[in-house]
T-cell receptor, first 116, second 117 residues
């Protein structure tokens, strides 16, 4: 079974600064997807960024980028120019591409605080 | 993007009663629905997977007779918590897969907060 590990329960960053959230995963599969989700106090799950394992290029979405190291099974999220609205719980997630009906497997999450 | 509507957003019930939570895909056909449970300050834990027209597949430790899942159509899945008890109080979230979605993305409902008194 696949597992996702987020080793940082809490992180904080100064407004306008950069922060990196760590994520490692364990799988024997070669084809899969990786995601970062944001969960604000409303608890709505918001997709931040996604990466297909077959793509070598790291995904980027505006201020959010990932460092995907497939051999090391590492998938970190970098948030640049942090804003107060970035404060939330962040979950790293894995999804197998082996079949269409595979679920997301989540890490335990990292709570990010942004200091004004 | 695809929209998933979950209802009710919060519900309070007495111990021993049953509660039904609905999850609807508004603008796409959801071939598969996933139900997750999230306890305070914890991660999302998969409860079950349901494919349209089939019986749900439950994760180990999840009582299928207590958490009844129905996925009778391509736009609606329901989770019924039967004979609810205080330990069932949690946040329940559905997510749906569209066969048209790219990059493996799943779409989430807004979640339902259940409090059992």
């Amino acid at each position: 079974a696949q597992t996702v590990t987020q080793s940082q329960p809490e992180m904080s960053v100064q407004e306008a600064e950069t922060v990196t959230l760590s994520c490692t995963y364990d799988t024997s599969e070669s084809d899969y997807y990786l995601f970062w989700y944001k969960q604000p106090p409303s608890r709505q799950m918001i997709l931040v960024i996604r990466q297909e394992a077959y793509k070598q290029q790291n995904a980027t979405e505006n201020r959010f980028s990932v460092n995907f190291q497939k051999a090391a099974k590492s998938f970190s999220l970098k948030i640049s120019d942090s804003q107060l609205g970035d404060a939330a719980m962040y979950f790293c997630a894995y999804r197998s591409a082996i079949a269409g009906n595979t679920p997301l497997v989540f890490g335990k999450g990292t709570r990010l605080s942004v200091i004004a | 993007g695809a929209v998933v509507s979950q209802h009710p957003s919060w519900v309070i019930c007495k111990s021993g009663t049953s509660v039904k939570i609905e999850c609807r895909s508004l603008d796409f056909q959801a071939t598969t629905m996933f139900w997750y449970r999230q306890f305070p300050k914890q991660s999302l834990m998969l409860m079950a997977t349901s494919n349209e027209g089939s019986k749900a597949t439950y994760e180990q430790g999840v009582e299928k007779d207590k958490f009844l899942i129905n996925h009778a159509s391509l736009t609606l899945s329901t989770l019924t918590v039967t004979s609810a008890h205080p330990e069932d109080s949690s946040f329940y979230i559905c997510s749906a897969r569209s066969r048209l979605a790219g990059a493996g993305e799943l779409f989430f409902g807004e979640g339902s907060r259940l409090t059992v008194l």
